[in-house]
């Protein structure tokens, strides 16, 4: 299975976090920007970008968890969070060489980027009006 | 379960109390947020004829009603309150992420009143309101303060509103900055910093809920691609089209309205779409369309000053200065920002200074030597400077060009561009007739972004403009919209769980339009404050066109009958009583609740 993750084109991104909406909206069911897969970042204005799980090869963020919660899905190359085994402890956020992950304050469990799989295609891509979102496709190299 | 949470946070800066009260259903649904729930909660919370610089007059920050949603461009909050430049109303509507922020913190509406004994700053956090020294921040610029706060909380969640160092000097026409705009016009600025309220942070971190998540996403992304593609086809957004003839506008005052087709505009609008300048197109949050232009103050590739340019900014300190070089206009933009001024204000005060001192009514021992001729460079940043610091001549124009043109006299009132005291730009009524209507009515002055409606409808594009401005969609986004009130109903049902007719939606507006009306004949309205500057009736432009004054007390007369409003403006009581606001009587009385609302 090839590896694939949500990638922005920053010149097409104007900031309008319309892709958080939709993920919350997707996952949660409400309007919840905290609780949002994916971040609009504008720190500088001119420069725009979004976060959202890259699904490393070298998976730091499951190597790093002390309680085994996370792990790989081989069918659709997505991390995997075993809520039960996760205590929000963050080691999985300082791990992740790109801030993508987040903690969910109510549960004290950790979100992360999990590509819709209850929906035909990412709510991010499918809700950007500037068509700045896509899925990145690249094989996934074993090992 | 809805977008809205029926609550409003009353703040007493005098005692440092704060309280939490309910907004009851019906009050949201016939004011739905925004400008209409702030002139409400104005209306009830301020004596009448309190001095808009007192501790009495109270300051309204109202969410719109679809903000936090997915709703397009709806990310709105309005700041209403009574002007220090008019006495009378001001409302104006911003977006962006802090007023995003507020919504999340559970408040549809925060009311400041009294004020503090040495600076603050208030911090709500979520549900909890905190009151902080801001000592260390006074005299700091909007920009500064900002990042002094931000560092302070050490979250970059929280956002901040705040003023400038022209607000704490209570400069007329300061403005609050809460985003990448400036777009506070009226003075709220001075308000808050007659309060010595120097800012107001916000971390907002609640979910929004909608009754229908599915449908408003369904019907949200449809209205986004319309919107999208409707803007993007009609090449408005940029600054520099207002410039162009052709472009909607076929006027552009100049030189303080001596003329009236700006010279030379050509080039300014080619310097405006330069990459050199224009950095980048960013959007507010859940806005498709994206109309912020980022522009780069300077030249010099490694400079991070940056500002938002916008048309009436522009035209103010652009043509209407005689200036025409873009690094000069936003280096002006880019100390508005720094002082908290309302650059259309600064703008309009500036080129009425530069006609004083083409006539002598100023001289350069004025000026400190400063060459105020129009289109001088140095004339423009250094005025706006001095107004920012209140020094020299500054002193002067910090009190706006109608208070300014009274001081010194001598026929100077004559070329002071104002109505009702609060400085115009951007449109030229003598070129467009269609205008000096809504101008001197002033409930909805036009701007460079809208398009003119024709005298009989101007009823119908008031009231509309007011609930859009209410339920929190955007002005620039809204003439995007095919059928305004029918789909903002669709959202608005969609978001609230409340189903409403488009008509009722109008109905809202007319109400608020009334609302606005009520309130500043409580604050001492008269017939002549409808009214127009003498130099739009005397001095003709190009064309040889004046406004006529028999033409425009025709149409004042007009409208007021349309209105339903007596022929002296006045709203009758049975208009408010058709409206239903008939609690609005009592509320003049003082017997509002049975308890005096002044005090937390």
């Given at each position: 299975?090839?590896?694939?993750?949500?990638?922005?084109?920053?010149?097409?991104?104007?900031?309008?976090?319309?892709?958080?909406?939709?993920?919350?909206?997707?996952?949660?069911?409400?309007?919840?920007?905290?609780?949002?897969?994916?971040?609009?970042?504008?720190?500088?204005p001119?420069?725009?970008?979004?976060?959202?799980?890259?699904?490393?090869r070298?998976?730091?963020?499951?190597?790093?968890?002390?309680?085994?919660?996370?792990?790989?899905?081989?069918?659709?190359?997505?991390?995997?969070?075993?809520?039960?085994?996760?205590?929000?402890?963050?080691?999985?956020?300082?791990?992740?060489?790109?801030?993508?992950?987040?903690?969910?304050?109510?549960?004290?469990?950790?979100?992360?980027?999990?590509?819709?799989?209850?929906?035909?295609?990412?709510?991010?891509?499918?809700?950007?009006?500037?068509?700045?979102?896509?899925l990145?496709?690249?094989?996934?190299?074993?090992? | 379960?809805?977008?809205?949470?029926?609550?409003?946070?009353?703040?007493?800066?005098?005692?440092?109390?704060?309280?939490?009260?309910?907004?009851?259903?019906?009050?949201?649904?016939?004011?739905?947020g925004?400008?209409?729930?702030?002139?409400?909660?104005?209306?009830?919370?301020?004596?009448?004829?309190?001095?808009?610089?007192?501790?009495?007059?109270?300051?309204v920050?109202?969410?719109?009603?679809?903000?936090g949603?997915?709703?397009?461009?709806?990310?709105?909050?309005?700041?209403?309150?009574?002007?220090?430049?008019?006495?009378?109303?001001?409302?104006?509507?911003?977006?962006?992420?802090?007023?995003?922020?507020?919504?999340?913190?559970g408040?549809?509406?925060?009311?400041?009143?009294?004020?503090?004994?040495?600076?603050?700053?208030?911090?709500?956090?979520?549900?909890?309101?905190?009151?902080?020294?801001?000592?260390?921040?006074?005299?700091?610029?909007?920009?500064?303060t900002?990042?002094?706060?931000?560092?302070?909380?050490?979250?970059?969640?929280?956002?901040?509103?705040?003023?400038?160092?022209?607000?704490?000097?209570?400069?007329?026409?300061?403005?609050?900055?809460?985003?990448?705009?400036?777009?506070?016009?009226?003075?709220?600025?001075?308000?808050?910093?007659?309060?010595?309220?120097?800012?107001?942070?916000?971390?907002?971190t609640?979910?929004?809920?909608?009754?229908?998540?599915?449908?408003?996403?369904?019907?949200?992304?449809?209205?986004?691609?319309?919107?999208?593609?409707?803007?993007?086809?009609?090449?408005?957004?940029?600054?520099?089209?207002?410039?162009?003839?052709?472009?909607?506008?076929?006027?552009?005052?100049?030189?303080?309205?001596?003329?009236?087709?700006?010279?030379?505009?050509?080039?300014?609008?080619?310097?405006?779409?330069?990459?050199?300048?224009?950095?980048?197109?960013?959007?507010?949050?859940?806005c498709?369309?994206?109309?912020?232009?980022?522009?780069?103050?300077?030249?010099?590739?490694?400079?991070?000053?940056?500002?938002?340019?916008?048309?009436?900014?522009?035209?103010?300190?652009?043509?209407?200065?005689?200036?025409?070089?873009?690094?000069?206009?936003?280096?002006?933009?880019?100390?508005?920002?720094?002082?908290?001024?309302?650059?259309?204000?600064?703008?309009?005060?500036?080129?009425?200074?530069?006609?004083?001192?083409?006539?002598?009514?100023?001289?350069?021992?004025?000026?400190?030597?400063?060459?105020?001729?129009?289109?001088?460079?140095?004339?423009?940043?250094?005025?706006?400077?001095?107004?920012?610091?209140?020094?020299?001549?500054?002193?002067?124009?910090?009190?706006?060009?109608?208070?300014?043109?009274?001081?010194?006299?001598?026929?100077?009132?004559?070329?002071?561009?104002?109505?009702?005291?609060?400085?115009?730009?951007?449109?030229?009524?003598?070129?467009?007739?269609?205008?000096?209507?809504?101008?001197?009515?002033?409930?909805?002055?036009?701007?460079?972004?809208?398009?003119?409606?024709?005298?009989?409808?101007?009823?119908?594009e008031?009231?509309?403009?007011?609930?859009?401005?209410?339920?929190?969609?955007?002005?620039?986004?809204?003439?995007?919209?095919?059928?305004?009130?029918?789909?903002?109903?669709?959202?608005?049902?969609?978001?609230?769980?409340?189903?409403?007719?488009?008509?009722?939606?109008?109905?809202?507006?007319?109400?608020?339009?009334?609302?606005?009306?009520?309130?500043?004949?409580?604050e001492?309205?008269?017939?002549p404050?409808?009214?127009?500057?003498?130099?739009?009736?005397?001095?003709?432009?190009?064309?040889?066109?004046?406004?006529?004054?028999?033409?425009?007390?025709?149409?004042i007369?007009?409208?007021?009958?349309?209105?339903?409003?007596?022929?002296?403006?006045?709203?009758?009581?049975?208009?408010?009583?058709?409206?239903?606001?008939?609690?609005?009587?009592?509320?003049?009385?003082?017997?509002?609740?049975?308890?005096?609302?002044?005090?937390?």
């Open positions: 299975m090839e590896r694939r993750h949500i990638q922005c084109d920053r010149d097409k991104c104007t900031g309008c976090m319309i892709c958080e909406f939709a993920c919350s909206a997707a996952n949660e069911g409400r309007f919840d920007l905290e609780l949002s897969r994916i971040r609009v970042l504008q720190a500088t001119p420069l725009m970008d979004v976060v959202a799980c890259r699904f490393c070298n998976t730091p963020c499951i190597n790093e968890c002390p309680r085994g919660a996370l792990s790989l899905d081989e069918a659709t190359q997505t991390i995997r969070l075993d809520k039960a085994r996760c205590a929000g402890c963050g080691w999985c956020l300082e791990a992740c060489p790109f801030g993508a992950i987040a903690i969910d304050e109510s549960t004290k469990t950790v979100i992360m980027c999990n590509l819709c799989p209850h929906h035909d295609q990412p709510q991010c891509i499918k809700f950007c009006p500037r068509k700045a979102l896509s990145h496709v690249s094989a996934r190299v074993k090992d | 379960m809805n977008s809205y949470s029926g609550k409003y946070l009353v703040v007493d800066l005098t005692s440092q109390k704060t309280e939490v009260r309910e907004l009851p259903e019906h009050l949201l649904r016939g004011y739905l925004g400008v209409g729930l702030g002139t409400r909660l104005l209306l009830e919370w301020s004596r009448p004829s309190a001095d808009a610089l007192r501790p009495e007059n109270p300051i920050f109202a969410c719109g009603g679809l903000s949603t997915m709703a397009p461009a709806s990310a709105c909050h309005a700041v209403v309150t009574k002007s220090p430049l008019t006495g009378f109303l001001t409302s104006s509507v911003s977006s962006g992420l802090w007023s995003l922020a507020l919504k999340r913190t408040f549809d509406a925060v009311v400041i009143t009294g004020a503090a004994s040495s600076p603050v700053y208030l911090f709500i956090d979520d549900g909890q309101v905190h009151f902080r020294k801001a000592d260390s921040l006074a005299g700091k610029s909007c920009p500064e900002e990042a002094a706060i931000r560092r302070e909380s050490g979250d970059s969640r929280v956002q901040v509103a705040s003023i400038g160092p022209a607000g704490e000097s209570l400069v007329r026409f300061a403005t609050t900055k809460d985003g990448h705009r400036l777009p506070h016009r009226g003075g709220a600025g001075a308000v808050m910093g007659s309060k010595k309220l120097k800012a107001i942070a916000v971390r907002g609640r979910p929004i809920s909608v009754p229908d998540i599915g449908g408003m996403q369904k019907a949200c992304a449809d209205l986004n691609a319309r919107l999208h593609q409707s803007a993007a086809s009609s090449s408005g957004l940029a600054p520099g089209t207002c410039l162009l003839p052709g472009s909607g506008r076929c006027s552009l005052p100049a030189r303080n309205y001596q003329q009236s087709i700006a010279e030379g505009t050509g080039s300014l609008a080619a310097e405006c779409a330069k990459r050199e300048y224009l950095l980048k197109v960013i959007a507010c949050p859940t498709p369309i994206a109309c912020q232009h980022v522009y780069r103050v300077t030249d010099d590739p490694h400079s991070d000053e940056q500002v938002v340019l916008e048309k009436e900014a522009l035209a103010a300190l652009g043509p209407l200065c005689g200036m025409y070089h873009l690094p000069v206009i936003l280096r002006a933009i880019e100390l508005c920002q720094f002082y908290g001024l309302d650059p259309v204000s600064a703008g309009v005060s500036v080129a009425w200074a530069m006609e004083c001192f083409d006539r002598g009514l100023l001289s350069s021992k004025d000026t400190q030597g400063l060459d105020l001729s129009f289109g001088s460079a140095d004339g423009v940043v250094e005025t706006i400077r001095k107004i920012g610091q209140r020094s020299s001549v500054g002193d002067l124009l910090a009190e706006g060009v109608k208070r300014a043109s009274a001081k010194i006299g001598q026929g100077a009132e004559n070329w002071a561009m104002h109505v009702k005291g609060l400085e115009i730009a951007g449109c030229d009524p003598r070129a467009e007739n269609s205008l000096a209507l809504s101008l001197a009515v002033g409930l909805w002055p036009p701007t460079l972004n809208g398009s003119a409606a024709s005298s009989s409808g101007i009823k119908d008031e009231d509309l403009a007011a609930a859009a401005d209410s339920i929190g969609i955007c002005p620039q986004a809204r003439r995007y919209f095919r059928d305004f009130p029918a789909e903002a109903a669709r959202l608005y049902a969609l978001a609230t769980g409340v189903p409403i007719e488009p008509a009722e939606l109008c109905e809202a507006g007319e109400r608020i339009n009334n609302l606005h009306r009520f309130f500043n004949i409580r001492g309205w008269k017939q404050d409808d009214w127009l500057p003498p130099r739009l009736f005397k001095d003709p432009v190009e064309s040889g066109a004046v406004v006529s004054e028999k033409d425009l007390k025709a149409a007369d007009g409208y007021y009958r349309q209105r339903g409003w007596t022929a002296e403006g006045l709203v009758p009581a049975e208009k408010l009583k058709a409206l239903g606001m008939d609690d609005i009587q009592e509320m003049l009385k003082g017997n509002w609740h049975g308890t005096p609302p002044h005090t937390v």
